[in-house]
């Protein structure tokens, strides 16, 4: 028992040594960060390193907006109006600038802001060269910061396509694009928009293909009020990928895992077919050949009165039930012209309390056992059934074998065009380009940088989130860790509990001695019988005991008396040797042991049995004397 606590003991330890180490990390990030505050008594931004790209390097598009850049410029606000909306809010109203956060962690880091909610925002911007999807991967990647976090609203890019370059300004959310990538959140849940617009190559339809969305994104990326970096990668293969801060967030490919599936079927319903009129699809009629039975009466009522009633000997009759409220008062305010004449509430009779009622009594209803309602004809299978009548199938017209990139339209501009109930949406950094190179190239100069600027300047103003709003922020991205936390707090407090209140140890049997050494157990007789047996034995025992004459109650039996042998003296010396031989027999045979019965150990013992007094015993062994 001993060693299987010890065992409880090293399990609760092993397991609260990686919570106590993660502890000691915390404490001490805690303590530098505590330290870097009292040393400096005022957070100083850093400057602004604006990104290079290799020489190599030649994005569509890359705006990390420098300062000096100005609405208007490269990016265009839409004049347009949305359709079938009320004119109140058809225009996008919703004010742009290129201007910095409004707590600076790096002096001269720009971006594009919303500056105002509840309102219609559209903006764009005409790509450096097209991306024409051939044989070259596409990237897109851009940070976005949810200053004062995210009601209702996105954060989105649209990569227009070919064609909407010529006319920016009309930009509005009817304006075709070919890929819609980026968060959005309205209420307690969010997702990451992944939408591609193929182009059926032989009918020329374009149509709408969502990538399946994980189970649960979480609300970190819009309610914790940091920068974060989207990134999609599209492989002609189809595969694409989707990564927040740099780590992935779901992934598939193009012809299996988007919503309606990319492949058209290859038949149809022929929409010409037209079902015959002969095409019989009750499966079940009313059988025509039944008759009602002539004793079916639909006269009868469902209920009648309960003839054998009577009326219970404490009725009232002279009470009635309800009666006008005697406290009640007419208002103050009341109009009879206009409410009419006024009357007192009715309450309960209190003369009816107790009785079984009051008012004029009447005989309950029963069941009429007569009733047996409306005859129908019963229903029976339909011989001429055919089924559920289906078009015909034919070969799909519009059938085709897509090729991943070869519907997707060349991209000419990227927009943003959104609805949102929060202000100050920062976009930075956007990104156009083939290379998942330069993506990994501008992150590193851009958003890590930015990232551990805004760490630092939580730090230093104490708005930085603690250890348990940092454990909340991982479960919601990941609910399965949950499962893991639960299990490190559980199996702790299970091995404490079974070390501190488990079962007691039973004590240790008594086993037999093994010396001839006399202790007072010796004197113990050991219980070889069960209860039925004590019981038969007390019974004879009982018959055995002698009367108040000093006589047995029972008179000795045949077999005893056979067993008796009278002594008689004897002068003959062979007698007395035989006498005495015989003496030292029943000594040897004074104490008859049953077989289930242990031996007396010592000679002390053995002195205290008694003594034969002579001549031949009765020697008689009953299971447990």
């Not at 020489?55 to 004049?79: A, H, R």
């Not at 399946?212 to 819009?222: E, F, L, R, V």
């Not at 930075?428 to 990994?440: G, P, W």
């Not at 190239?441 to 890590?448: C, I, L, M, N, S």
Request: charged content about 30%; hydrophobic content about 30%; overall charge negative.
């Amino acid at each position: 028992m001993l060693n299987r606590k010890w065992s409880f003991v090293f399990l609760a330890l092993l397991l609260a040594a990686p919570i106590n180490a993660d502890d000691d990390v915390f404490e001490s990030e805690d303590e530098e960060v505590s330290e870097t505050i009292n040393d400096k008594e005022e957070f100083i931004p850093s400057n602004f390193v604006a990104p290079k790209l290799s020489e190599k390097s030649k994005p569509n598009f890359f705006d990390y907006f420098p300062v000096g850049s100005k609405v208007g410029q490269t990016w265009i606000k839409s004049l347009a109006k949305k359709d079938d909306v009320d004119s109140d809010i058809a225009k996008y109203n919703g004010e742009w600038i290129i201007g910095a956060p409004t707590k600076v962690s790096i002096e001269g880091d720009l971006g594009l802001v919303v500056k105002t909610k509840a309102r219609h925002h559209a903006i764009a911007a005409k790509l450096n060269t097209p991306f024409v999807f051939d044989s070259e991967k596409f990237v897109a990647q851009y940070d976005v910061k949810f200053e004062e976090g995210q009601e209702c609203g996105g954060g989105y890019l649209k990569l227009l396509s070919e064609g909407a370059e010529k006319d920016l300004a009309n930009f509005q959310d009817k304006t075709p694009y070919t890929i819609m990538f980026g968060p959005d959140k309205c209420g307690a849940s969010g997702q990451v928009h992944l939408i591609f617009r193929y182009k059926n190559p032989i009918n020329g339809t374009i149509s709408e293909y969502h990538a399946k969305q994980p189970a649960s994104i979480g609300t970190s990326y819009w309610d914790d009020h940091n920068t974060h970096l989207f990134t999609l990668t599209v492989k002609p293969t189809g595969d694409f990928a989707v990564s927040v801060d740099g780590k992935s967030l779901f992934y598939g490919n193009m012809l299996s895992d988007v919503s309606p599936g990319l492949t058209p079927p290859k038949e149809i319903f022929d929409e010409s077919d037209v079902k015959p009129e002969d095409w019989d699809e009750r499966e079940q009629i009313e059988d025509e050949t039944a008759v009602k039975p002539d004793d079916w009466d639909e006269s009868e009522p469902q209920s009648v009165v309960d003839e054998s009633a009577t009326k219970p000997y404490d009725w009232n009759e002279d009470e009635n039930e309800l009666i006008p409220d005697p406290e009640a008062q007419k208002p103050q305010d009341w109009d009879e012209d206009m409410d009419g004449s006024w009357e007192a509430p009715l309450i309960d009779n209190p003369a009816c309390k107790g009785l079984s009622g009051c008012g004029t009594w009447k005989p309950p209803t029963i069941k009429n056992p007569k009733y047996r309602g409306k005859w129908v004809r019963p229903r029976i299978s339909n011989p001429a059934y055919k089924g559920k009548w289906a078009p015909r199938l034919i070969e799909n017209p519009n059938y085709f074998e897509p090729k991943p990139f070869a519907g997707l339209s060349p991209i000419t501009a990227v927009g943003i065009e959104l609805w949102t109930m929060s202000e100050n949406i920062i976009f930075d950094n956007i990104l156009i380009t083939s290379s998942e190179e330069d993506a990994s190239d501008v992150a590193k100069q851009t958003f890590y940088v930015k990232q551990q600027e805004e760490y630092r300047l939580a730090a230093a103003s104490g708005s930085s989130n603690g250890i348990f709003q940092q454990i909340i922020d991982a479960t919601n991205e990941k609910p399965w860790l949950w499962a893991v936390y639960i299990l490190c707090i559980l199996l702790p407090l299970v091995a404490i509990g079974v070390f501190c209140f488990g079962k007691a140890p039973k004590p240790a049997p008594n086993f037999a001695k093994k010396n001839d050494t006399y202790s007072r157990d010796d004197d113990r007789v050991p219980n070889l019988v069960d209860d039925e047996e004590e019981e038969i034995i007390a019974e004879e025992d009982d018959e055995g005991q002698p009367g108040p004459s000093g006589t047995q109650n029972q008179p000795p039996r045949e077999d005893d008396e056979e067993e008796v042998v009278d002594q008689q003296p004897s002068s003959n010396k062979t007698e007395s040797s035989q006498s005495s031989a015989a003496e030292e027999d029943d000594e040897e045979d004074d104490h008859v042991v049953h077989e289930n019965e242990p031996t007396q150990p010592t000679e002390e013992v053995a002195k205290k049995s008694p003594k034969p007094s002579g001549g031949a015993k009765r020697r008689t062994a009953r299971r447990g004397d």
